[in-house]
């Protein structure tokens, strides 16, 4: 075990995978002698040459259009996206390429593709920089899409994204890039906790409380303010954000018969309705209050002055903890 | 494919087609006004393009290089304090941004990049409003109508297409005024500008897109993103360039103004590259010398171009004590109000994360905005939900 921050974590896993296997190859902007902009590609270059960690030229759509075809040519392309803001020049290569050549082509070729996103606010940025964009991606078939919590899972589901046979976006929370974690570098990414499977991080009987990346830390947060009004929420951390791993969600909303999922990204169309009306549709019958969501407004992500109003804190998902149980909250008197 | 350092097969820029350094490309080919030293060349088809600037305008040129350096390293400073979340200095790139924007006539539009902070003073920006959106208290500093100014870009190369698509706008009005698109080497290897090449020299669009290869996109030198000048590029698309000294104000301004009068006459786009270079970190986040020669960069320090224009002008007499005093005061005038426009600068309420979404009333947002009112209402002080928690 070693304690290491998060972007540590990924830097590390990155090295495992590109010493144990000759077709990994990363690319993006400024990630050689850089490091990348958060340093999480640091000394890689270095220790791999640059062949194997390649500065590419400025073109998001060439960065990933390319990796397609080093796809073809049987490499395993890992490549950074700078910020959550700048996937958007490609989007057109990642939803109508990536995600689609294993369904066109009848299996005949792999993408076997990790899109690294550095996403989410907090961090005082300008604007493109602090977006969540995930749900553009978990509505696409054919792309899995993951977000990672803590150092550990950070080190080993990055492996397994790069070890799996199908495109992955792995998101970073980046105001977690400094926190540390313990990291245990000998556990085997085969026969750890799969990425597809949800984790639960503290145990409840009373609301569950789904969070993942850069939330879950404020949710585990809340669920012990919660603990100290009496209050037992079980904390889930989704991992996986396409596909769903609704057997996880299941066993939990069915002990609890409650059910809030917070993320910063935008609410509408947003993964936090997804949840909500699986599981409904699932445990009609164990639900004794109706999903709450607590997310990001309907809004541009906006100017760092306003962020904190925008981003679900501690109180907010607190409140939105007493709203499930029906307890008086913001909204008491309300209906609808 | 390119080969490596090693000469093995790989990818990696680098290789024996541009493994020198980059500034090899800044030779005899640049179109140059003004020596390192100072001195005034004579360019016959240059010249010409000149005539008019008197004593005095070389002085106020001066002026304006001299302030648009101090705002910066004030921006810089006040960044520094924690006054401003970040900031992209532009130092070194002064005479391409003055000498640029002050060939420019009131009705031409601009759409800068995030570094141009140097031409929208130029066109009337207060002081104020170029640290707005760098400060997180808008996401835009200014009304882009009162100044012909488009708000900065950050996404790299996007204001391209929009220079171009204004200019088809212009075209279609029968109006004469140009639209301008300012980016960086980097820039050059998006799709989008090179999109927006298709498409102006498709519609023959007035437009000029001025180039300041400043030799770095954050840590890539521009050999990583392109093998030829970048000037030469724009000849695929059908579009002729000019490749200037992007420290030398006079060059700068007489390869703009030929560019806008090819414009205005119906002449379509034109490519510039002034080639300068970016003294400072790209950003205040950045560490250049991860990645920067410390060689290169005295190198570059002797080009200055504030330096360059001052020798001129004490060549020619005109270096007096009056004005030396004058462009100080000048310079000390706008710094002070640069911070006072700063540190007096009101914060936003926190219902104004609704405003401006939709032009007219939006019934998800409305309820959205209703419930967050109530949520800060339950606070009792809403200065208490204002806390940094969101963010934890
Ligand atoms: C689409 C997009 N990709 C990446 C970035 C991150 N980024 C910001 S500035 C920059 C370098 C730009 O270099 P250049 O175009 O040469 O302009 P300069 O900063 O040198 O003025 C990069 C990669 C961005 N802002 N937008």
């Keep these: 075990m070693t304690q290491m921050t998060f972007a540590r974590a990924i830097n590390s896993g990155l090295r495992k995978s590109l010493e144990n296997d000759p077709k990994v190859i990363l690319m993006g902007e400024d990630i050689g002698a850089l490091g990348g902009v958060f340093r999480v590609t640091d000394g890689l270059q270095k220790d791999f040459g640059k062949h194997r960690v390649v500065d590419t030229p400025l073109a998001e759509s060439g ?10 040519r049987g490499y395993r392309p890992v490549v950074e996206i700078q910020f959550d803001g700048f996937i958007y020049p490609a989007f057109d290569q990642i939803v109508s390429q990536v995600a689609k050549m294993h369904y066109r082509t009848q299996g005949a070729v792999k993408m076997p593709i990790t899109i690294r996103v550095p996403f989410g606010g907090g961090i005082g940025s300008p604007e493109h920089h602090s977006e969540s964009p995930e749900a553009y991606f978990t509505h696409t078939s054919g792309l899995r899409v993951i977000s990672v919590s803590n150092p550990q899972d950070a080190y080993t589901m990055i492996q397994q994204a ?13 105001r977690r890039y400094h926190d540390k974690g313990e990291v245990d570098e000998s556990v085997d990414p085969g026969s750890a906790l799969s990425m597809e499977k949800a984790r639960v991080v503290a145990e409840g009987k009373d609301v569950t409380l789904v969070a993942y990346g850069p939330l879950v830390k404020t949710a585990r947060d809340a669920a012990l303010a919660a603990a100290d009004e009496g209050v037992s929420v079980e904390v889930i951390d989704l991992r996986s954000l396409a596909p769903l791993d609704f057997s996880t969600l299941e066993a939990s909303v069915r002990k609890t018969g409650r059910l809030v999922i917070t993320h910063e990204a935008a609410q509408s169309g947003g993964l936090g309705a997804e949840v909500a009306a699986s599981i409904t549709e699932r445990c009609f019958y164990h639900l004794e209050a109706a999903p709450v969501r607590v997310t990001g407004f309907d809004v541009p992500y906006p100017y760092s002055k306003l962020e904190m109003h925008h981003l679900p804190g501690l109180d907010r998902i607190l409140d939105g903890v007493d709203r499930a149980l029906g307890r008086p909250n913001s909204l008491s008197g309300l209906e609808g | 494919m390119f080969t490596d350092d090693a000469g093995k097969g790989g990818i990696s820029a680098g290789g024996p087609g541009n493994s020198d350094d980059s500034t090899r490309r800044t030779g005899g080919d640049l179109l140059q006004l003004i020596t390192p030293e100072g001195e005034r060349i004579s360019h016959p088809e240059f010249d010409s393009w000149l005539q008019d600037v008197s004593d005095e305008q070389l002085g106020s040129l001066y002026e304006d290089m001299v302030v648009i350096r101090r705002i910066d390293a004030e921006a810089t400073a006040l960044q520094r304090q924690g006054e401003l979340a970040l900031w992209p200095p532009l130092l070194g790139q002064e005479a391409s941004q003055i000498g640029s924007a002050r060939a420019l006539r009131e009705d031409d539009f601009v759409f800068p990049s995030y570094r141009d902070n140097g031409v929208a003073y130029c066109r009337g920006v207060k002081v104020e409003d170029l640290v707005r959106a760098w400060r997180g208290s808008a996401s835009a500093g200014w009304d882009p109508f009162t100044v012909n100014v488009a708000t900065q870009q950050i996404i790299i190369g996007s204001q391209s297409l929009h220079a171009t698509g204004y200019a088809m706008g212009i075209q279609n009005d029968g109006a004469d005024c140009v639209a301008v698109a300012y980016f960086g080497d980097g820039a050059t290897s998006e799709g989008d500008v090179n999109e927006a090449m298709v498409f102006a020299a498709s519609f023959q669009a007035p437009v000029v897109f001025f180039c300041q290869n400043n030799h770095w996109a954050i840590s890539e030198p521009v050999r990583l993103q392109s093998h030829i000048q970048l000037a030469d590029r724009a000849s695929g698309f059908g579009i002729p360039s000019m490749r200037v000294d992007g420290n030398d104000v006079l060059a700068v301004m007489a390869a703009t103004r030929i560019a806008l009068d090819r414009a205005r006459h119906g002449g379509g786009p034109t490519f510039i590259e002034a080639v300068t270079y970016r003294m400072g970190p790209h950003t205040t986040a950045d560490d250049p010398t991860r990645y920067r020669d410390a060689n290169e960069l005295e190198d570059w320090a ?39 426009g700063t540190i007096n600068m009101p914060d936003p309420a926190p219902l104004d994360i609704f405003k401006h979404v939709y032009s007219t009333p939006n019934s998800w947002l409305d309820r959205q905005q209703d419930h967050y009112s109530r949520y800060l209402a339950s606070f009792g002080d809403p200065a208490e939900a204002a806390t940094e928690e969101g963010a934890r």
Excluded: H, Q
Aim: aromatic share 4%; glycine share 4%; charged share 25%.
């Design chain 1, 162 to 174: 790069i070890a799996s046979d199908d495109p992955v976006l792995y998101f970073e929370p980046k």
């Design chain 1, 63 to 72: 960065i990933i259009g390319t990796a397609v075809g080093l796809a073809y």
């Design chain 2, 302 to 340: 002797a080009k200055d171009p504030i330096a360059r224009l001052k020798s001129l002008l004490d060549r020619k007499g005109l270096l007096t004590a009056e004005l030396e005093a004058a462009v100080a005061a000048k310079a000390d005038a706008v710094a002070a109000e640069l911070r006072a």
